[in-house]
């Protein structure tokens, strides 16, 4: 709703009004549009059949956009937060007689867009032929601007939108109607993986796929598991590229796809056909929990860097995987049928480093409580020293991507490294996250993590349109709060670092009066039931119940892959004292 009325602004009278920047159209004798890059890092049809193309190129300092739309009227571009108007930052342009236009403007709240005090969008160029509007800008990726939306690593939400006329009057076109707009989110500094970038000569490939899966609609959230195996190999090889295959109309149905690596054999030779609702698993192949490949809705394609893979079929290597498919279930045709899974491509040529993943965030189990009606709640997993210290090599380890993963109320998203107390690095910072678009995140840089550093995931959520306590788990209404780092040299025998809040403590911390007789592994009837006691629409108890999450002993899971804990889960772990800047911008 919000982006049609932002659309609907877009197209009033008020850029008639506005002192937009003038340029007279010039072509180069290459058919660039003057003041284009010689080549553009990426690009992206925003709308069917290419009438709306968005390319760019940037550097730490600036990005030059190129916007072609098949249309001869205004062309819009913007930035949002949240994906709607309120807050986002726009670009409006068009070409009238020869000369070309552009606006900056912003919107503090769902109304119509104000001209910015400050024009921060550079028109380098402008042309309109055979149909089309062609548009290059450019701009700073931090304007210093507050009516501007910084731009940086990390989900941005774009909206996009175009009309067939120029405005012309105080009342401006009419409204373009319902297909020339739209929002996107993605990584806008991130390297495009839809083209394959270093495939040597003797690459191979596998697919790891469900077949003609029919989940039922009931439970809500239902997690198929398949048990897969990898092609014979005579050697090691390497694993150096793998990409979602979704079964063509069930894109919005399959919510995430995890594989998890299994190191010992099953118990039964009869597992390795196994296809089928995950809880019916023997536990030991549940619990197999070191990620190989990860996907989430809104992602694509994954490609190692030019000096790592994921090895396969050696010494100490996985037997075999377990797959597991979330799907969304109340919304599934009565005829759904899903063959989904991965591609991946493997070569014998074997890399420098062999890959590893781990889980690093808050333990996904009803221990986990979010209260409703929250505009910012905010939760940390942390893994400790103590795991660190345990079983990361002495020169550390070298992470080079990270995946982000919550449920529906994840608003916002952190995933921090310290050392001694004091913040070392920021691996991934989403400030406008997205949780229907999860996409792994090649860092410009690679981070070493030394033993003894602490991990924190920190997730914020928002639960401003929920009635009752989220709990975590692996429903769709549940919640998580997960970080999966990508990193080198693999540690054998790691998977897992995660924490939450002992629940018995946080209840003696609330005045719960039975909770001195509770276990301290509670089960899921007797937490729901002693939650669900207390008044969630008193503020005062809200803000008391946030004190005790954050002051509350912890549940800490440091785990190797074949689920054997090296630390007591129940001892009184502690939230480490760390330091780090408030994330206010000046704005």
């Avoid at 989900?155 to 409204?175: I, Q, V």
Wanted: with cysteine.
């Amino acid at each position: 709703m919000y982006v049609k009325r932002f659309l609907t602004y877009l197209a009033s009278g008020v850029f008639v009004l506005c002192h937009c920047q003038k340029l007279a159209s010039k072509t180069t004798a290459d058919g660039k549009q003057q003041g284009e890059p010689e080549s553009y890092a990426r690009r992206l049809a925003l709308a069917e059949n290419d009438s709306y193309v968005l390319e760019w190129s940037y550097t730490v300092e600036d990005v030059v956009f190129r916007v072609r739309a098949k249309t001869l009227g205004w062309v819009g571009l913007g930035f949002s937060p949240s994906g709607g108007m309120k807050g986002a930052d726009l670009v409006i342009g068009w070409v009238q007689d020869g000369e070309a236009y552009l606006t900056d403007r912003f919107a503090r709240a769902n109304e119509q867009p104000q001209k910015d005090n400050h024009q921060d969008y550079e028109l380098l160029s402008g042309e309109e032929a055979n149909q089309h509007t062609t548009l290059v800008f450019r701009r700073k990726l931090n304007t210093s601007d507050c009516q501007d939306m910084v731009l940086k690593s990390g989900t941005t939400r774009l909206l996009w939108s175009y009309h067939e006329d120029d405005p012309s009057s105080a009342d401006g076109p009419s409204y373009h109607g319902p297909v020339h707009r739209g929002t996107r989110s993605m990584l806008l500094f991130a390297q495009d993986y839809s083209k394959k970038l270093n495939m040597p000569a003797d690459v191979k490939t596998h697919e790891f796929l469900n077949s003609n899966v029919r989940p039922l609609r009931q439970p809500q959230t239902l997690y198929w598991c398949t048990i897969l195996q990898f092609p014979k190999v005579d050697s090691r090889h390497h694993i150096i590229r793998y990409e979602p295959v979704l079964t063509p109309g069930n894109e919005d149905f399959v919510h995430h796809m995890f594989v998890y690596a299994c190191y010992a054999p099953p118990p039964d030779e009869k597992l390795y056909t196994f296809s089928d609702v995950c809880l019916k698993l023997p536990k030991d192949i549940q619990n197999c929990l070191s990620v190989v490949f990860v996907w989430s809705i809104g992602g694509g394609a994954f490609e190692f860097p030019a000096n790592v893979g994921y090895s396969v079929g050696g010494p100490g290597d996985p037997l075999f995987l377990r797959m597991e498919v979330h799907y969304d279930n109340p919304r599934l045709p009565d005829d759904f049928l899903d063959s989904s899974g991965f591609r991946f491509y493997y070569t014998p040529s074997l890399r420098q480093h062999n890959a590893g993943m781990f889980i690093v965030g808050v333990f996904s189990m009803w221990w986990m409580i979010i209260p409703p009606k929250q505009k910012k709640f905010i939760l940390k997993g942390w893994c400790l020293e103590e795991c660190t210290e345990m079983y990361f090599p002495p020169e550390g380890i070298k992470v080079f991507a990270a995946f982000a993963h919550t449920h529906l109320t994840g608003d916002k998203f952190k995933f921090r490294q310290f050392r001694n107390g004091k913040l070392v690095d920021e691996i991934l910072s989403e400030e406008y996250f997205d949780s229907e678009f999860q996409e792994i995140q090649r860092l410009q840089n690679e981070k070493t993590i030394m033993p003894g550093d602490v991990l924190m995931t920190e997730c914020t959520f928002k639960t401003t349109d929920r009635t009752n306590i989220t709990y975590g788990g692996w429903g769709r209404t549940d919640e998580m709060c997960l970080s999966v780092p990508f990193y080198y040299p693999k540690i054998d025998n790691f998977g897992d670092c995660t924490s939450t809040s002992q629940p018995v403590e946080v209840l003696k911390r609330l005045g719960y009066k039975n909770a001195s007789e509770l276990p301290v592994e509670m089960d899921q009837d007797s937490t729901i039931k002693a939650f669900e006691s207390f008044n969630w629409t008193d503020a005062s108890f809200v803000s008391k119940f946030k004190k005790a999450v954050e002051k509350a002993n912890l549940y800490f899971r440091c785990d190797n892959e074949t689920r054997l804990e090296q630390m007591d889960p129940f001892a009184e772990w502690k939230a480490p004292q760390v330091e780090y800047p408030d994330d206010y911008d000046g704005c």
